[in-house]
């Protein structure tokens, strides 16, 4: 286990992350989870998760998979995906669920079993008791990750994302998560920018104040002050953060940043099972 230290300092508080070699110390158990989720570490990155040649047969898999990526625009950004990001689909939901398992069946026709593998990884790694593709009480399945690309120019504003507050009202059965916690996996880093900027702050209520209307994200004052910490991923790392506390991805110059992602939610706080979702 190694810290690093990259971070701003606020009252005495240390916003950092901490890098575990899974490839020699492959049982954590459950106690980086916690501290993740506690808001007491800003990024868990896991070294050795994968073995290098199922990784990179991973990435052959997910560069037949790029055609059939799609891109939600907004004024101030875009999200361009392979496979439904659920939080822009929450008031359309049968679209949604359709979409989820056209992508679920695509990423299997074209042999891309990460996520099944980096979940499998995970629960061994920190001794989970079950980590599951999420799905709803009448069977409908959520997609089980989703391939995020961000080409040359673009950034990703600042923001959270947080299903027990986003989903309150929709019936989903994601609204009574009472954690969660971001996986990631970079497929492809780009040759500058895209830093991953985190920050020592979860979202609340009053925060709506500083939300930018009809926009992405929150306006820069919501977390003024604020510890934050910067990290640039590279090819072949896996990581985790709290996405419920405010981040922001940083403009990509050059190779496209390619990640394949999902949310971890856990139903209690004994953090031992979880669902997965993209």
Request: charged share 25%; aromatic share 8%; net charge neutral.
């Amino acid at each position: 286990m190694r810290h690093e230290t990259q971070a701003t300092t606020r009252r005495a508080v240390t916003w950092d992350r901490t890098t575990y070699d899974v490839a020699h110390h492959p049982d954590l158990g459950p106690e980086p989870l916690r501290r993740l989720g506690a808001g007491e570490t800003a990024v868990i990155r896991l070294r050795g998760l994968l073995e290098p040649p199922d990784f990179d047969r991973a990435r052959r898999s997910a560069l037949d998979l790029l055609g059939s990526a799609s891109t939600v625009n907004y004024s101030n950004g875009s999200l361009t995906t392979v496979g439904p990001y659920l939080a822009a689909h929450l008031d359309r939901l049968d679209p949604y669920f359709e979409q989820s398992a056209r992508a679920n069946r695509r990423m299997a026709d074209a042999g891309f079993d990460l996520p099944a593998r980096v979940r499998a990884a995970l629960r061994r790694t920190f001794g989970l008791e079950s980590l599951q593709p999420a799905r709803e009480p009448d069977g409908r399945a959520y997609g089980e990750a989703v391939i995020r690309l961000h080409a040359d120019g673009v950034r990703n504003p600042l923001h959270n994302d947080h299903i027990a507050r986003d989903a309150q009202g929709t019936g989903l059965s994601l609204a009574g998560v009472v954690r969660q916690l971001s996986c990631v996996v970079c497929l492809q880093e780009c040759d500058g920018g895209g830093e991953l900027i985190t920050y020592a702050k979860p979202w609340e209520p009053r925060d709506e104040r500083w939300k930018v209307p009809t926009e992405l994200g929150y306006r820069a004052g919501v977390v003024e002050g604020v510890p934050r910490h910067v990290f640039r991923p590279q090819t072949y790392d896996v990581y985790l953060i709290n996405p419920t506390h405010y981040h922001e991805i940083e403009e990509v110059r050059g190779a496209t940043r390619t990640t394949l992602g999902f949310f971890l939610g856990f139903t209690d706080d004994t953090l031992t099972r979880a669902v997965a979702w993209g």
